[in-house]
């Protein structure tokens, strides 16, 4: 894990300076797009999440199922404050939360975008995913407010190094000092993906080789990439922050949400600590790779390596 903290202070002051001086919150739609193998690689962002990932395409394919304002590609934490966690149940989520449904606003407040090129830099303060008195399963909201003190700062980059097919994704998740945690789970960055996105894989960077993988649910230790059957069109993750202290055998899940026709992967890191999880900002790198199979399995190969 890095911190980078007077990195990512400088543009949330600016951002909330921007606010107090003309009385608005910018806007949240952008694109950036950087040429790769005859196509462009396009992301969107949308004032109707918050400046999250609304789109990906690539030769001809959209890459994302951005349906609410949880499918997305986008970033979330889920903390236990300091009693027994539970899932969703304190859980700041970039893109706004699940009563905002499929409207066309969001919960969460975007404080600051830029969009220059292939790059994309946002800060945003994350809604709680529910809203107090809601209940996921038979998990009541532990959050008072709709709308959490939590900020996240995303930078995203099309093209890497030698790679124009890796989308660097930087992320930093800010803890306020007004909460206490003993754990906390940070979801860096997750896709929700169209259901042709059929085949799952995993990656062992150890031997270069990839093998089939269930559609879950759940995690396990080695990367993964989704593919449409024919191959023509794939999107893997990778992260050199993994694995987390403690958990050794996670960080990479993977979902198959039949019924709703959406199929999702994520990078996830956590932190557990019995004297808490102190305020501050945390630092996760991760890499979106895309392209046809063959081509993702040799860029992460490359990666994997560095």
Known sequence: MNFHSIRYVFPILCALSFKSVLGQFPSGDAVIKAPYAGSDIVITTTSRLAGAIHSLTWNDQEFINSADHGRQLQSASNLD???????????????????????????????????????????????FWLQPGEKSGSNPAKNRETLSNHLLTKRVTIGYQQFPNVIQYDVTFGLPLNERHTYAQFEAVTGYMPPEFSTFLKFDPETGNTNPLSDGPGEQALPVILSTESGTHAMGVYSPN???????????????????????????????????VPAGDYMFRSFVIIGDLSTVIATMQQLCVK
């Not at 919960?107 to 994309?120: E, G, V």
């Not at 987390?244 to 019924?259: D, I, L």
Request: hydrophobic share 30%; proline share 2%.
């Open 242 to 276: 993994q694995p987390s202290t403690g958990y050794e055998n996670a960080g990479y899940g993977r979902w198959n949400f039949k019924a709703q026709k959406v199929v999702k992967w994520n990078c996830v890191f956590r932190i557990r600590s019995k004297d808490g």
């Open 81 to 127: 404050l300091e009693t027994a966690f539970s899932g969703e149940s304190f859980n700041p989520t970039e893109a706004g939360s699940r009563r905002d449904g499929a409207g066309s606003a969001s919960t969460s407040r975007l404080l600051h975008l830029i969009a220059d090129r292939n790059m994309l830099q946002t800060t945003s303060q994350m809604a």
